[in-house]
Structure formats: C-alpha cells, structure tokens
C-alpha cells in the first residue's frame, strides 16, 4: 500500500537541501491574531489569500512582525493575490489598499451557507490544474484559538476537502487529517514541532488504529468520543506511523523558541 509522507518542512527559515518541497504551497490568512512565522509561510507560498477579514490582519499586524522597517514598505511587499470572503469583516480602506496594488478582490457576500475558510480553498481548488492537485498543500494561518464555532468550522473544512492537502496552524500547533486505509508516515522535524501530539478521530469512531514512534503507542485500538482519544501523546523519534480504519486528526505543538524570521 502506497505510504503517505507528512512532513512541516514549510516551518523551517530556509528549504534545507534534504527537505526541499516536493510539494506547492499555498497560503490562507484568517481573521485572527498573525501567527509570529506568518511572513515564513508566505514566503514559502506560490499563492497567497485573505479570507475576508484575514486581509485587516495582514494590513495592521504584519508591519509589527518587522519593527524596525516603514509600515508602507512591509504592507507593498506583503501583497494578497485574492481576498475572499463574504465581506462583512474586511475594511474599505484595507480593500482600497490592495486593489491599487493589484489584488482580487472576489465578493461572495450571496453564500452564507459556508464559511470565509471554506470559500478560500474552494477557489484554490478551482484554479489548481487536476495534475497539480497532487502536490497542493494549503495553509491556513490563524484557525485555532479563539472562538470554537470558527474552529470547528476550519476542521470541518478539512472533512470537507478530504482530498486535499490543509493544514490549519495557530502560535502553538498545527492540525491536519490523516485519511483513513493509507500508511501514514509523518516527519518530525523536532527543530521547529513537538513532542507534543494528538490523534483524535473525526466523524466516526475508529475500531483500529496502529501507530508507531508515540510514548503511547496504539496497536489495533478503538478510540471515540467518549471513550479513548489519544491526547498528550509524545512523538519520542523522527517518524510516527499511523493506520487507521478511519479519518483521524493529526495534531502536533509547535515549537517557541524557533527562528521565525523568513
Ligand atoms: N476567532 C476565530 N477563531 C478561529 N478562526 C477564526 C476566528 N475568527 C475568524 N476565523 C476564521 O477567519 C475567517 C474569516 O473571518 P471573518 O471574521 O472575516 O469571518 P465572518 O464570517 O465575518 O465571521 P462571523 O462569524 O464573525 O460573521 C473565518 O471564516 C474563520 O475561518
Ligand atoms: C445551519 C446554519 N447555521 C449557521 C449558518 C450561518 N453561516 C454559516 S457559514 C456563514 C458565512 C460566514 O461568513 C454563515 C452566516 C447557516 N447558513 N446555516
């Protein structure tokens, strides 16, 4: 069966030559507080979206992560290629801003049946070729802490685009979902990630799920709701494994004491 490689190689300051990307990033900032490695993931990203009110963040935080440059110089370099969203949340003189540097600007105000999130990686999706999807990994900057609807509904993205690559990071971890019936091996680089993790499953129960590399190792172990989910895990080497009858999610702390600048 055909393995499945995880690795956050996109948390390192510069592609090291053993973890250069063999895969495109791409990169949605939400309307939260930006996290500090914010400018690494743009840098890192081909493509670069607001969700809505993600774009205020960019305009008023991101000239704080570089304290010692003008303001308008780190706004004209950190330029959104689209910001999306149903736009209740973004401003008119951010809008303004970004539309004279050469932003899209794509108002979905008539759906509001999904969320800003969601309608960010639908239109990643959309414009990624089908022999690219393999390869396309998003990031979504800002999903966690905060209030837990808006957190609930950026997990709910990942069950959503199931066949997608997404990858949601706060300051202090990140999440992702490890489909189920395929080897997972996930790369942890411990210079910039854990140890400590997580395997929770999502939407149903697992009847099975068989890891190596944890200090709690599960060999054809249940977990629910309800009954046993793995948290405060510790990833003890360079690799984990995971196989699962069913999706789970794979959560993994960040580290803070990691050079952040891009
Ligand atoms: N507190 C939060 N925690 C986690 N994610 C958030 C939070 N606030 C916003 N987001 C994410 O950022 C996206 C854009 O946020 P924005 O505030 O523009 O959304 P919104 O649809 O206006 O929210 P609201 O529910 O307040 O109307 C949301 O779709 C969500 O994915
Ligand atoms: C059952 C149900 N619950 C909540 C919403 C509200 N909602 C969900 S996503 C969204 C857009 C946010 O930008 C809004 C307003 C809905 N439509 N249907």
Redesign the pocket.
């Known amino acids: 069966m055909e393995v499945v490689h995880h690795s956050s190689a996109f948390l390192l300051p510069s592609v090291a030559p053993d973890h250069r990307p063999s895969l495109n990033y791409a990169l949605i900032v939400?309307?939260?507080r930006l996290p500090r490695f914010t400018p690494l993931l743009w840098q890192h990203a081909q493509l670069r979206l607001c969700?809505?009110?993600?774009a205020n963040r960019v305009f008023d935080e991101m000239p704080g992560l570089f304290p010692h440059e003008d303001a308008v110089a780190v706004r004209n370099r950190y330029k959104p290629d689209v910001i999306k969203?149903?736009m209740?949340?973004?401003r008119t003189d951010v809008v303004d801003f970004y539309i004279k540097l050469g932003t899209k600007v794509v108002d979905a105000s008539h759906d509001q049946d999904t969320?800003?999130?969601?309608k960010c990686v639908s239109f990643i999706c959309d414009f990624t070729p089908d022999l690219e999807k393999s390869k396309l990994c998003i990031l979504v900057a800002?999903?966690?802490?905060?209030?837990f609807?808006?957190?609930v509904?950026?997990i709910n993205?990942l069950c959503r685009f199931k066949d997608t690559r997404i990858i949601l990071i706060s300051d202090d971890c990140l999440i992702h979902l490890l489909p189920k019936a395929q080897n997972h091996e996930i790369h942890v680089l411990s210079s910039v990630v854990g140890p400590h993790c997580g395997l929770i499953p999502i939407g149903m129960p697992s009847r099975s799920t068989t890891t190596t590399g944890l200090q709690w190792d599960l060999s054809d172990t249940e977990m629910k709701f309800g009954g046993l989910v793995s948290t405060s895990n510790i990833a003890k080497g360079e690799t984990v494994t995971v196989h699962s009858d069913s999706d789970l999610l794979w959560t993994i702390s960040i580290k803070k004491s990691q050079d952040s600048s891009p």
Request: aromatic share 0%.
């Open positions: 939400l309307n939260q969700a809505d009110g993600g969203g149903d209740d949340s973004v969320t800003d999130l969601h800002g999903a966690l802490g905060g209030r609807d808006h957190e509904g950026n993205v």
